[in-house]
């Protein structure tokens, strides 16, 4: 079956294009893997005597695919020159089977009528490996990796690089990746980090290298995923992107430019996994879920009410994040109050600010009875009471 390239490199015989006879322009599909993305190719040939003018492609893809360019205008196609036509998609996720199809609208050469014509259909695979670990030495993934091909990712988190280093090695950990030894140096201006994980299915091998680059409460994230061929690579890519995502939600961080057009695609709360790692690392301010609407981000309970050291909500889960002068809820924290008896479970915060110094704010776990709770202290130190249990601790 020839491809696009071959009809390309022989521009006098298109003797192989589908379509009817009834067709004015004949046209051809294929995909390519480039790194994280698909390249969707679609090239026209006028089978006309005539020049055909202002043909517009529209292309037909499902929602796990995004683009940037879901149409493209031609301004004039002469007969017999072939036409390519290339637009960039990104999966969203491990989507498995999908199909892209497109639609030509142009003016008719011999009415100038609008007249549409659709383009032959064409599926792809964007599919997850079943993989498990195979122990390896530093040495043997150097030399695998080479033998490898790789696409990178550049990713920055408003977190720490300690606060999701632990973090990372667990989730990969958890898909059936074996971890080498990290190489982390630490500094009082940051922390950087060096991680190799390795993995095989039954025919292939997988690695997948990442450089966390930590300073001034904030990381900057290289992932890099190792296959043997491009379309292996995109599925273990985007399986690797898909399960770092649900444990610390950096999709919406990536750097590639198509993510940055279709932000509200990738945009959600931080899950718990991301709360729990902000706490562990420090304490830094997350992203305010006030980004993505209204109400509470999952894993920000409203719970009982507080102590003498100011209110608190319960839930489940551990955390804790700190920010200052912002309720976590979207109120403003100094004054908010608590309403609801003791251990119910269930309060409502005012919104209404009063006078005095600008309180700070903690998600926290007691360490008696295991409850999340949300602690607002004007200063420190600070005895706090969990509603719960009675339990007692300070905060310094």
């Not at 489940?316 to 912002?326: A, D, I, L, Y």
């Given at each position: 079956m020839k491809t696009v390239e071959d009809y390309i490199s022989d521009p006098t015989d298109f003797s192989g294009l589908g379509g009817s006879r009834d067709e004015f322009i004949r046209s051809k599909t294929t995909v390519r893997f480039e790194g994280p993305n698909v390249i969707y190719m679609v090239m026209l040939v006028n089978v006309e005597k005539r020049p055909i003018y202002d043909i517009l492609l529209k292309v037909n893809a499902p929602e796990s695919l995004l683009t940037t360019t879901p149409s493209v205008k031609i301004p004039r196609l002469l007969p017999g020159k072939p036409e390519v036509v290339k637009i960039t998609l990104r999966p969203t996720h491990v989507c498995g089977t999908v199909e892209i199809s497109s639609e030509l609208q142009f003016v008719n050469p011999r009415t100038d009528h609008v007249r549409n014509e659709e383009v032959p259909a064409v599926d792809l695979s964007i599919d997850a490996p079943i993989v498990y670990p195979r122990p390896v030495d530093t040495n043997e993934w150097m030399s695998t990796a080479k033998a490898l091909i790789n696409t990178?990712?550049?990713?920055a988190i408003p977190l720490p690089a300690n606060?999701?280093?632990?973090?990372?090695?667990?989730?990969?950990?958890?898909?059936?990746?074996?971890?080498?030894?990290?190489?982390?140096?630490?500094?009082?201006?940051?922390?950087?980090a060096k991680l190799r994980f390795?993995?095989?299915?039954?025919?292939?091998?997988?690695?997948t290298y990442i450089e966390l680059m930590g300073e001034g409460g904030k990381t900057k994230l290289i992932l890099r995923s190792f296959a043997q061929d491009k379309k292996l690579l995109i599925g273990y890519h985007h399986a690797v992107l898909d399960e770092l995502d649900e444990s610390l939600a950096i999709k919406q961080f990536?750097?590639?430019?198509?993510?940055?057009t279709n932000i509200d695609s990738y945009k959600r709360p931080p899950p718990k996994g991301l709360i729990e790692a902000a706490q562990y690392g420090g304490g830094h301010a997350l992203p305010s879920p006030s980004q993505y609407g209204a109400g509470p981000a999952p894993g920000y309970a409203q719970g009982g009410p507080g102590a003498a050291a100011g209110p608190m909500g319960g839930g489940?889960?551990?955390?804790?994040?700190?920010?200052?002068?912002?309720s976590m809820i979207g109120g403003s924290s100094a004054g908010a109050k608590a309403i609801g008896p003791v251990g119910s479970g269930e309060a409502a915060f005012s919104t209404k600010p009063s006078d005095g110094p600008k309180q700070e704010e903690f998600l926290i776990r007691c360490y008696?009875?295991?409850?999340?709770?949300?602690?607002?202290?004007?200063?420190?130190p600070a005895v706090i009471q969990c509603p719960y249990c009675g339990a007692k601790a300070m905060i310094e």
């Open positions: 990178a990712e550049r990713i606060a999701i280093l632990d973090k990372l090695t667990e989730t990969l950990k958890g898909v059936n990746m074996y971890a080498l030894e990290p190489n982390i140096a630490e500094s009082p201006s940051g922390l950087r390795y993995c095989e299915s039954v025919s292939e091998k997988y690695a990536i750097m590639d430019p198509l993510v940055k489940s889960g551990p955390g804790g994040t700190e920010s200052r002068g912002s008696k009875c295991q409850r999340k709770m949300i602690v607002r202290v004007r200063e420190r």
